[in-house]
């Protein structure tokens, strides 16, 4: 069985950072992109940031020069290191991972960033 586990949100003051974590669990093979995506209440879940494997990296426009996306060489995590947060930045994250032939969710962690 596939889990994909996060970590990391809570509440943070406006300016402040947060690293958010996923740990995968269970075989996954072929892994083609890992990235993060968010849901802000009311609207519809965004891309902030995601690795396609052995090429580039891609960020959301709101995410350029605050976030970082990494991951380890075995692909057993991805994390995003957000810094500089901003109000607009509260949303429920998500994790995703991608292989050949299924697409799978992390159950998603909260972030709040207060003014």
């Known amino acids: 069985q596939v889990q994909l586990v996060e970590s990391g949100g809570g509440l943070v003051q406006a300016g402040g950072s947060l690293r958010l974590s996923c740990t995968t669990s269970?075989?996954?093979?072929?892994?083609?992109?890992m990235g993060w995506y968010r849901q802000a209440p009311g609207k519809q879940r965004e891309l902030v940031a995601r690795?396609?494997?052995?090429?580039?990296?891609i960020y959301a426009d709101s995410a350029k020069g605050r976030f970082t996306i990494s991951t380890d060489n075995a692909k057993n995590w991805v994390a995003l290191q957000m810094n500089s947060l901003k109000p607009e930045d509260t949303a429920v994250y998500y994790c995703?991972?991608?292989?050949?032939?299924?697409?799978?969710w992390g159950q998603g962690t909260q972030v709040t960033v207060s003014s």
């Open positions: 690795i396609l494997i052995g090429r580039n990296t």
């Open positions: 269970g075989s996954i093979f072929s892994i083609n992109e």
């Open positions: 995703n991972v991608v292989t050949r032939t299924n697409d799978y």
